[in-house]
């Protein structure tokens, strides 16, 4: 008994993938490039706080409003700037995950 493998178009269909991957690989690159060089930002405490972090995940900056120290209680302050911080690199994370998902077609690449 022979088995009959299905003609999947030959040569010319996988010069068509490979082109695609390239492709699919060039865009990835150009977003996340430009991934990088985006500013994301997060408040806490009603605005008393606000951190900026960039594609890296990096703080670019950090405000905090005099109303937000209080001498009597420096834990809230780390507290605000902890949950404001962590805010900004999810938006950051969210934002990456969700532009290359788009390039990707939902597959899940390693490192990316």
Known sequence: MKVRIPNSGGPSNMNQMLRQAQKM?????VLQEDLENREYSATSGG???EVTVDGKHKIKS???KPEAVDP???E?????ITVAVNEAIENAAKTAEQEMG????GLNIPGL
């Open 25 to 29: 690989q060039e865009d990835m690159a």
């Open 47 to 49: 605005g008393l706080i």
């Open 62 to 64: 950090l405000k905090i």
């Open 72 to 74: 009597d209680d420096a």
């Open 76 to 80: 809230m302050l780390e507290d605000l």
């Open 102 to 105: 788009a390039i990707t077609g």
